[in-house]
């Protein structure tokens, strides 16, 4: 059996009934229509090569047998000459459970989760209220997998984003101050979603993490434009001048750390795809951070300076 990710059916009934059996010729037909799909197995298709086999090699014959008598009679022969443990891997000893287990070559994250769902959606449909069925394998795991981690950095960018805000909130004595801090890497945030979208880049439990990396390495631009603001601010500035003198002074500094960190651009020479994406997506992530702190969080800040200054 060739392939790379398996995806295994446990299903629990007759093994030796017509009906089941022909539930697992169906499941196995619908599986191979899928270009991913390289080989299936399951005790369907050794009863019909066996079937098959004492009809004198008769293609017609390759079928279920229609009654369950005559699939007994078929493992009774097979008993006479071969190893019933044969059979050991595709059935249970007492024949009330079966395992068709599927070989798929590589496949992206996002084909993934469409298999899995398409082979759930199929065996809920056609053979669930019949057959119970269990999906497990590779292919299975994988998908809970990204599911999770997709899940999680959602979670996790909240969660981030709102204990920035209250750490800066406290750090520099007013909320305010705290949520214009998160300003700029939320808008980064979502500009790198879009940025996804845009360029067809798959939500992947590789790229799902970027967020995270967004916001660990561009909070450093609003923290540093948020507090030279302050302390210009109550240094006697004229409020006129007082945006287009922080500018000045961080402007450099800002765009010289994003260009420093633009070093994870050697990602984008990975022979991985996910993580020339990511590579990409960083490059642009400090983009997006820098130039928002000195465009969007110095426009917030200058329409609301007179609030901003009383504290």
């Known amino acids: 059996m060739l392939g790379t990710m398996d995806m295994q059916f446990y299903m629990q009934g ?4 017509p009906e089941v059996l022909n539930q697992m010729v169906e499941l196995r037909k619908f599986l191979e229509e899928k270009p991913q799909v390289s080989s299936t197995l399951s005790i369907a298709e050794v009863i019909q090569q066996m079937h098959r086999s004492v009809m004198d090699d008769d293609p017609v014959f390759e079928t279920i047998p229609d009654s369950r008598e005559k699939v007994n009679n078929l493992f009774t022969i097979y008993s006479m000459s071969g190893d019933p443990d044969d059979f050991s891997s595709l059935v249970d000893y007492d024949y009330s459970s079966g395992l068709t287990t599927t070989m798929l070559r590589n496949m992206s994250s996002s084909e993934i989760v469409k298999m899995v769902g398409e082979t759930e959606e199929f065996v809920a449909k056609e053979l669930g209220q019949k057959t119970r069925v269990t999906i497990t394998g590779m292919l299975v ?4 997998l990204v599911r999770l981690v997709v899940r999680s950095s959602f979670i996790s960018i909240i969660v ?3 204990l920035i805000a209250l750490i800066a909130s406290l ?3 007013r909320l305010i101050w705290g949520s ?8 980064a945030v979502i500009l790198n979603y879009g940025m996804m979208g845009i360029f067809g880049i798959d939500l992947s439990h590789i790229t799902a993490i970027l967020s995270s990396i967004i ?5 450093d631009f609003a923290i540093h434009y ?5 302390r210009m601010a109550h240094s006697g500035i004229s409020k006129d001048k007082l945006s287009r003198d922080v500018v000045d002074d961080v402007g450099y500094p800002i765009i010289l750390d994003a260009f420093s960190n633009m070093a994870f651009g050697a990602l984008l020479f990975s022979q991985f795809l996910p993580i020339q994406h990511m590579g990409g997506l960083m490059v642009f992530a400090m983009v997006s951070t820098s130039v928002g702190t000195l465009t969007l969080l110095a426009a917030l800040a200058e329409l609301m300076k007179n609030k901003l200054i009383i504290g």
């Open 180 to 187: 214009l801090a998160v300003v700029p890497l939320a808008s």
């Open 226 to 230: 948020v507090s030279q603001f302050r």
């Open 171 to 173: 750090f520099f004595r």
């Open 215 to 219: 916001i660990g390495v561009g909070v």
């Open 141 to 144: 795991v994988f998908r809970d």
């Open 160 to 162: 981030s984003i709102a």
């Open 14 to 17: 007759d093994m030796k009934s």
